[in-house]
């Protein structure tokens, strides 16, 4: 039948290539190039086919586990020029296509010539020298030349499916055809053909890599198993014996190869359950599969090459002849490249298949010659990466790192080489400014590749060391900032990994998660979307626990954060006043009264930025430490996003009882709407001012409001606490909060933890020597404080919400005497007064 059709024709055409290729009267390189151009036709044939190729174990999520129709099926309607359809749960991959209808240069050199001469006539000689008369001919007459012979064109649609071992024996013939033709045929055809065309060849490209990765030796030795197996029990029911002919037996076999791609699936179709598998697959005559079948599945310890090894080498081959192909079209089209400053498709679909040498499994050799590949590429085209749109830079550095969590070594630290050649490529393209492009992607793709990935392992650490290493060993760039950068950007990664890690082990505990998300956010410091992001987490973990007040800071910290984004992006005009560049050394309080200006003057207008939040937190100021990238693509903040962000803080200091600082958020929202004569909006926010002063006036003259208790917790015992032991840590909690009810709530928190006889509390406030308590528990020592002020802070904080408010000072006071007792006589008792900083 036509698929048997099919497998004799290809084992024909591999043998013959292989004939030729071995041959030795064609041994050198320029008859080896002009045999090729006669198989040219089938690169045209596998243009046609596409569609129909084997794709189900490439792109599983294409497939689903109905019933309906077949799985492989894909119908081409319309004719040639039609689209491809769907039929059942048939794959509608990447790859299919309106078939051409032009082939390629190559394609139609050969086939041209062979049309009007005899089959001779197809070797054309490259080295033969056209004259311009016939080379402007040639251009002009182009779609006639390019037109594809009706003999490779099929009149009807063809809704069979080409198994896997008709599409690896296809794309083998096309990768040897890639690998032996002349350099000058392949340039000369890919300088003709359209947009679509190039696409086209880089899809077979992928496809190639696709189809031969290699899957490991276990996965390998499972297939060979699997097709012993259904030989050996194929020929125990007397199927193997398809022709009564002897001599059938001495055919040419692939079916060791075929049942290796195909995975011992067997055949797809109810006929070949029954047919003799010799007559099917002109398969069984492989040696070494005969061999495994006689020896019950075992090969000899004397066999030089293994199933393993041929898959390997295999995979490898394919591998190093596409990245010489992509290398070969990289170095012939650098103008087209490089257009719009690298930000075109052809770009993207280069990179594309540069990046899916990783995406896919690949040999440690294969990967070598890829980083080698790649740092030639990236510095021939800095533009693409550090310029323009950040896409590109952070596909990239997704791909980067996540080798340098490979379980090769010498893997790791060429990604790691890699990584930091990258980086140096970036100072040097910013001459010698900064390397913010690449710091912004790297802190993106680690926080991308810790939810896909699980990276932050010691291989992952190793590479980071690695990465530190270049940077100090870098004679050339040792007296510049870029050492001090890499190292930076080292430290904020290990940040990252390590409170993500430390996340999960305090989900119940709500002080230490809260605690380690800030720390997060912290080195997302240049990254504002994911720095937001981490600030909303902290927000939902406060709200749930009841702490408002927590909650409405994280809020106003979010909207200082898309205010200093927006000032950055030169959303609004530099202030006369000069706000723009007010530090925290020089202003450490803002003036919230120079937030309103005048929207009827055109010369001036208001600027926001963190430091306009300076009067509610001065804990503000860390929303300045953004790095600007003009290429980051973030979600685009607009004013209308900050007065969403300012309301929602207004409506959290409502709930938290934070009356005080209502006035103040409202307050850069009144100078939007009086810009935009909303009079309507404006009567509403000052209405609300109105109620907020009211509420303050009340809560003030009623005394009636309290804003929680303030706790020193310490925690004593390396082997329970690890970097938290000895640590010192300030509790707010809600209301009045006693020192039993926090103290039994830590004690059942770390007794589930640690175990209930591993815990004890410390009963007094006096300083503990951590060598004085038994290594075998966990200590906790619970000490209530309040605030503490100076003489001027006495002064200065008059009411009760500036004394619990933007407050770092807090004091306990513990009894001593002289004589080293705890408690004496009134005239001996002494107290002493420890103040502690946060």
Avoid at 653 to 664: M, V
Avoid at 702 to 710: A, I, M, Q
């Amino acid at each position: 039948d036509e698929q048997d059709l099919r497998h004799l024709a290809l084992a024909t055409l591999k043998t013959l290539m292989a004939k030729h290729s071995l041959d030795s009267r064609y041994a050198t390189k320029e008859k080896q190039a002009r045999i090729a151009s006669l198989y040219l036709p089938l690169y045209g044939l596998i243009l046609d086919n596409m569609p129909r190729f084997f794709l189900r174990d490439l792109f599983p999520i294409y497939f689903t586990s109905s019933d309906q129709g077949s799985r492989d099926d894909v119908s081409v309607s319309g004719g040639v020029a039609g689209g491809v359809t769907r039929h059942g749960n048939s794959v509608d991959a990447s790859f299919s296509k309106e078939v051409l209808n032009s082939i390629t240069a190559f394609s139609s050199l050969a086939v041209a010539t062979g049309n009007q001469a005899d089959s001779r006539g197809s070797l054309i000689s490259v080295d033969s020298n056209p004259s311009n008369s016939d080379r402007n001919s040639e251009k002009m007459d182009g779609c006639e030349k390019f037109a594809r012979p009706q003999s490779l064109i099929g009149y009807g649609s063809r809704c069979d499916k080409l198994d896997q071992a008709e599409t690896r024996s296809l794309l083998m013939c096309f990768l040897h055809i890639m690998k032996t033709i002349s350099e000058d045929v392949l340039v000369s055809y890919w300088h003709r053909a359209i947009h679509q065309e190039i696409s086209d060849f880089f899809n077979i490209l992928e496809l190639c890599l696709q189809h031969f990765r290699f899957l490991g030796k276990r996965h390998i030795a499972r297939k060979l198993a699997a097709a012993v197996k259904l030989a050996q029990a194929t020929q125990a029911n007397g199927t193997l014996k398809g022709s009564s002919n002897p001599s059938q037996s001495s055919q040419p076999s692939s079916l060791f190869p075929q049942w290796m791609a195909s995975g011992g699936e067997g055949h797809r179709h109810a006929r070949s359950q029954t047919m003799p598998i010799i007559r099917g697959k002109n398969a069984l005559m492989n040696p070494k599969l005969l061999q495994m079948m006689e020896t019950d599945g075992s090969i000899q310890d004397g066999d030089t090459l293994s199933p393993t090894d041929i898959e390997a080498n295999l995979s490898t081959e394919v591998a190093l002849t596409v990245l010489d192909v992509l290398e070969l079209f990289v170095h012939h089209h650098k103008k087209q490249l490089l257009q719009d400053e690298g930000q075109n498709t052809l770009m993207k679909k280069v990179l594309d298949t540069y990046l899916l040498f990783f995406q896919i499994n690949q040999s440690t050799a294969t990967l070598r010659h890829v980083f080698a590949a790649l740092r030639l590429f990236v510095q021939k085209f800095p533009s693409a990466f550090f310029q323009g749109k950040a896409d590109l830079c952070g596909c990239l550095c997704y791909e980067i790192l996540k080798c340098c969590n490979h379980r090769s070594s010498s893997t790791q630290t060429e990604a790691a080489a890699l990584l930091y050649f990258f980086m140096r490529q970036n100072f040097e393209f910013t001459k010698g400014k900064s390397i913010v492009r690449s710091h912004l992607q790297v802190i993106k793709a680690v926080s991308q590749l810790i939810a896909d990935a699980g990276i932050g392992g010691s291989r992952f650490q190793q590479s980071l060391a690695i990465i530190n290493n270049f940077a100090n060993g870098d004679v050339p760039l040792k007296n510049t900032s870029f050492p001090a950068e890499v190292k930076d950007l080292t430290k904020r990664i290990r940040t990252v990994l390590m409170a993500t890690a430390q996340m999960k082990e305090h989900e119940k505990d709500p002080e230490m998660l809260v605690d380690l998300q800030y720390s997060l956010a912290n080195s997302y410091a240049s990254t504002p979307e994911l720095r937001r992001t981490w600030l909303e987490s902290m927000a939902k973990v406060h709200v749930r626990n009841g702490d408002l007040s927590e909650a409405a800071m994280c809020y106003i910290h979010i909207s200082a954060l898309i205010a200093e984004s927006l000032k950055r992006r030169g959303y609004w005009r530099a202030d006369k006043a000069g706000m723009s560049c007010v530090s925290p050394e020089e202003s450490p309080v803002f003036n919230c009264s120079s937030l309103l200006t005048s929207s009827r003057d055109q010369d001036t207008s208001f600027s926001m930025g963190w430091a306009a939040f300076m009067c509610i937190s001065p804990n503000v100021k860390e929303e300045g430490a953004m790095k600007e990238d003009t290429g980051t693509q973030d979600t685009p903040y607009t004013e209308d996003t900050l007065v969403e962000q300012l309301e929602l803080c207004v409506d959290y200091l409502w709930k938290s009882e934070r009356y005080e600082l209502i006035a103040d958020i409202n307050k850069p929202v009144i100078a939007v709407f009086e810009k935009r004569r909303d009079f309507k909006r404006l009567s509403e926010l000052y209405y609300d001012i109105h109620r907020s002063y009211l509420k303050v006036t009340e809560v003030v003259n009623s005394e009636k409001r309290l804003f929680g208790r303030y706790y020193r917790v310490a925690f004593y015992g390396q082997g329970f606490f690890e970097e938290e032991e000895s640590k010192e840590f300030i509790y707010k909690e809600p209301k009045l909060t006693g020192l039993s009810e926090i103290s039994q709530r830590l004690l059942k928190l770390y007794s589930d933890k640690f175990g209930p006889d591993n815990v004890k509390m410390i009963q007094d406030s006096n300083k503990v020597n951590p060598k004085d308590l038994e290594s075998k528990y966990a200590y906790i020592q619970v000490t209530y404080v309040v605030p503490y002020f100076d003489e001027k802070e006495q002064h200065d904080k008059r009411t009760d919400f500036e004394r619990h408010h933007n407050i770092n000072r807090f004091v306990f006071e513990t009894p001593f005497t002289l004589s080293g007792k705890k408690h004496g006589d009134v005239e001996e008792q002494c107290k002493r007064r420890t103040i502690l900083t946060s």
